[in-house]
């Protein structure tokens, strides 16, 4: 079955943009990127759209989907009523490159401030040795696809843009915590208390526990029950446990 679609699409550069109508086919079975494609295939050759594998896998498609951030090729025109009006428009929290490309520095920049998984001294590469669950923790956190979704949505950077520079952002306050977590990780044998280093240098305390962040994961990672809450009760144990602190105290001379 075909049918005429509504759409309203962004278009714009740094310099700002609006948003044009589109009257464009719909077939049984397609995604909002279908329906871009057809766009620049037959009404808006110029139209800037990144999207790489078409397959919810590259995390390239990220745009915002009558306000709501999504993967455009994970989300099916049958969602909506067929007369429905289907606004498309730029990640809201990133600038605006042109049309629906935003720049995504932002996270780039974020990931490099996070430091390295720390190889614990005396184990060879190959002979790390580590429980099941362990493992499988770590791996529900390394499904992301750094769509950046969950950046986009946290209301701590979307509508503040004074609080970027302060704030990791759910995504990578997640790789902390894969990292904190990991039985293996010897960055505290070199000072760095992972936990306390989220909550002081990577703004964890911005976090109110909204959860926004993870109602739009398309991987369905549990990014604040399983990361971001455990992180924070790390964070707090590391802080009040007199123990802990005089510990680290003595590791860091
Ligand atoms: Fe995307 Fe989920 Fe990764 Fe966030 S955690 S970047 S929403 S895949
Ligand atoms: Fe933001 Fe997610 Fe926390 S949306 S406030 S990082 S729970
Ligand atoms: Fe790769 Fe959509 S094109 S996730």
């Known amino acids: ?82 007369d429905e009006t289907v606004t498309v428009t730029p990640l809201r929290a990133f600038p605006v490159i042109r049309d629906l490309v935003t720049d995504v520095s932002f996270n780039y ?44 949505t946290c209301h701590v950077v979307r509508d503040h843009e004074e609080n970027k520079a302060a704030f990791a952002g759910p995504r990578f306050l997640m790789r902390i915590a894969e990292l904190d977590m990991h039985p293996l990780d010897a960055a505290a044998d070199q000072g760095l208390v992972r936990a306390a280093s989220a909550q002081e240098d990577h703004g964890l305390g911005y976090c109110n526990i909204t959860k926004c962040c993870t109602e739009v994961c398309p991987e369905h990672i549990q990014i604040t029950d399983n990361a971001l809450i ?17 510990g680290s105290r003595i590791r860091r001379r």
């Open 1 to 82: 079955m075909t049918h005429t679609a509504h759409f309203k699409v962004w278009r714009g550069d740094t310099d700002g943009g609006d948003l044009r109508d589109y009257e464009v086919e719909v077939n049984d079975g397609e995604v909002v990127l279908d329906i871009i494609h057809r766009l620049q295939a037959t009404q808006a050759a110029d139209l800037a759209v990144r999207w790489n594998c078409k397959a919810g896998k590259c995390g390239s498609c990220s745009a915002e989907v009558n306000g709501r951030p999504r993967l455009m090729c994970m989300t099916r025109m049958s969602v909506f009523e067929p």
């Open 109 to 152: 920049d974020k990931a490099r401030q996070v430091p390295a998984f720390v190889p614990p001294k005396g184990v060879p590469a190959g002979e790390y040795r580590m429980q099941q669950v362990d493992v499988e923790r770590s791996q529900e956190f390394r499904k992301c696809i750094e769509c950046f979704l969950c950046q986009d």
């Open 230 to 246: 455990p992180l924070k009760e790390r964070a707090i144990d590391r802080k009040y446990d007199p123990l802990v602190w005089l």
